[in-house]
């Protein structure tokens, strides 16, 4: 029984430590869709902080300036989104795609520049902390490897990932700000006669998707592998915007919708331990079945934001 619940506890950690990375980037999708502005270029922004938080990380020994230098950088590619997008009213799909390109791309050729030709970073030093590592162990609160521990002793970045869907829920559903970014999602025309400006609105929206994203790649590449490699995000950004549309475009959706992905994932990775009969490229391949599963259950019973992928122009032509 006791091998059991051990079990359990190894899923569940396992779950919330892959999930986090998904609901950083998530929530930045929430952010930007609300606005009316697409981003499917999340990946590629993923791929960038990724690269990014594991560089200054590893040459400054922070993670944490690491991991704000990966948001930083995401929100530098959802910048050059929101300029094609937002102000050249360039198709959005088609900026996404190239973003995808353009974070992968600059990310391994900085990758080889930086670090002798390789498409991956050195180990980091010195990972994201541990903040309730003081209750487990021999003498502590909790034994160390139990349940507990296997649950809760984990990265500071899966406890922020869920201290700032709290915060994202509020500015959304309880300030100005964020009924403003829901007007500018619904009816930009109207929001407009009011004196709200659409296109702030929508750069700040795209350059905070592109933030959060950045926050997922490192959440990634620091906390959970301790270094960048040419193959570490695997379609995670697209798995967070399949998340974001399976969450109703809510950042408590969102959210529940990464940790069903994130628990595919620990699946995965349990069964592998255990040995079990299974390809190991068919255990790989449980977390995007399941997102293509759930995509197709849901078409047709969510309401995306009404002027979502619309091109707003100010002048009315």
Request: net charge positive; aromatic share 12%.
């Amino acid at each position: 029984m006791e091998a059991f619940i051990k079990d359990i506890g190894f899923i569940i950690g396992t779950t919330l430590m892959y999930s986090t990375p998904l609901m950083f980037t998530s929530l930045g999708a929430v952010i930007t869709e609300r606005s009316g502005v697409v981003n499917i270029g999340l990946e590629g922004m993923m791929f960038f902080g990724a690269f990014v938080g594991a560089a200054v990380a590893y040459y400054t020994q922070s993670p944490w300036l690491g991991f704000f230098c990966a948001a930083l950088g995401g929100a530098l590619l959802a910048l050059i989104h929101a300029i094609a997008c937002v102000s050249f009213a360039a198709e959005q799909i088609v900026s996404g795609i190239a973003m995808n390109f353009l974070g992968s791309g600059a990310a391994l050729f900085l990758s080889r520049l930086f670090f002798d030709g390789a498409t991956q970073t050195l180990t980091i030093p010195n990972k994201i902390p541990l903040p309730l590592a003081f209750l487990f162990g021999d003498g502590k609160l909790f034994k160390s490897a139990g349940f507990m521990d296997l649950i809760f002793n984990r990265f500071a970045t899966v406890y922020l990932a869920f201290l700032l869907v709290a915060v994202v829920w509020f500015v959304l559903y309880k300030t100005k700000v964020g009924m403003r970014i829901q007007a500018v999602g619904e009816h930009p025309e109207a929001a407009d006669t009011l004196g709200i400006s659409v296109y702030r609105i929508r750069y700040g929206a795209v350059m905070m998707s592109g933030f959060f994203a950045g926050m997922g790649g490192a959440a990634m590449s620091i906390a959970v592998v301790s270094r960048f490699s040419n193959t570490l995000i695997s379609g995670h950004g697209f798995i967070a915007l399949a998340a974001m549309i399976f969450g109703k475009w809510k950042p408590q959706g969102a959210m529940l919708a990464c940790l069903l992905f994130g628990g595919a994932k620990g699946l995965e990775i349990f069964l592998g331990a255990k040995g079990f009969p299974v390809p190991s490229s068919l255990l790989a391949m449980l977390p995007y079945i399941l997102t293509i599963v759930v995509l197709v259950g849901i078409v047709g019973k969510t309401t995306p934001p009404a002027a979502i992928g619309k091109i707003f122009d100010k002048s009315g032509k």
